[in-house]
């Protein structure tokens, strides 16, 4: 059995503070968790339960507004809490979808660019062929048409451009996902497409996976762990719908 040293992502104790104008609010108040290698783990809990703010300190995203206040939080090796230079290791062994991420694609770029765009920002120089068949094999696996490439994210449906940024999150096969809400916009004949890419990842590559979704149907489908959250605190966790409620906690359903 594998290791907390091992895990993909450890969280322990972990307390995470939001600075604003109104002043610091806590978002995150003691959360422990341990994701290991082709492990699946789901956050769900309602608006302003610090979802977003957790999978966006874990992914390496968060700005000056977010700060870990206590314990501590390694994501592929890295502590989140005091990154440095090991910021671009994190940013490239985890993939991120941020919440609504299809509809903040750079306008600009092309669809090719955008999902290339991680491995084009780091390399000097690109083997463009390799970069232009990874991509292909990419919008192929997601069910996009392979002439999407040199399209413009405007020129796509909502659904297509969060497929998009699933696939720009999966182009360096990282080893850890971290998704919020990565189903938004799907229709539901596409959802499973998603799903294959993850768990194919899972039990190939070992990779580990962190999705945000109140999606009770989808958690109970997949049988997978799940974490419950409320204005920053666990109150339930289980393996699908068998959720074990912390003391005092008010059992609310996840859908």
């Known amino acids: 059995m594998p290791s907390a040293t091992d895990a993909a992502i450890d969280c322990s104790d972990l307390v995470i503070d939001r600075i604003g104008h109104g002043g610091v609010t806590r978002a995150i108040d003691g959360v422990t968790f341990l994701v290991r290698p082709g492990e699946l783990l789901c956050i769900g809990g309602p608006t302003g339960s610090g979802k977003s703010t957790l999978v966006t300190a874990l992914a390496g995203m968060g ?30 062994l985890s993939g991120y979808v941020a919440q609504a991420a299809g509809a903040h694609l750079p306008p600009r770029l092309t669809v090719g660019e955008v999902i290339g765009e991680p491995i084009t920002s780091r390399e000097k120089k690109v083997n463009s062929r390799a970069l232009a068949f990874r991509v292909a094999s990419l919008l192929d696996e997601l069910h996009l048409p392979l002439g999407a490439a040199t399209k413009f994210p405007y020129e796509l449906s909502a659904g297509m451009r969060q497929r998009v940024a699933i696939a720009r999150a999966l182009v360096l096969e990282p080893r850890v996902l971290i998704a919020d809400e990565p189903l938004a ?60 409620w912390a003391p005092n906690a008010e059992a609310d359903s996840l859908g």
């Not at 596409?190 to 958690?219: C, K, Q, W």
């Open 63 to 92: 700005d000056a507004s977010l700060k870990v206040a206590g314990g501590r939080a390694d994501v592929c090796g890295v502590n989140i809490r005091k990154p440095g230079r090991k910021r671009r290791v994190l940013t490239a």
């Open 185 to 244: 916009n799907l229709d539901l004949e596409v959802r499973p497409v998603v799903f294959d890419a993850i768990t194919r990842r899972r039990t190939e590559g070992s990779m580990a996976a962190l999705l945000v979704t109140n999606d009770a149907a989808f958690i109970r489908e997949l049988n997978a762990e799940a974490l419950l959250l409320r204005t920053g605190h666990v109150v339930a966790r289980g393996i699908g719908k068998d959720l074990i």
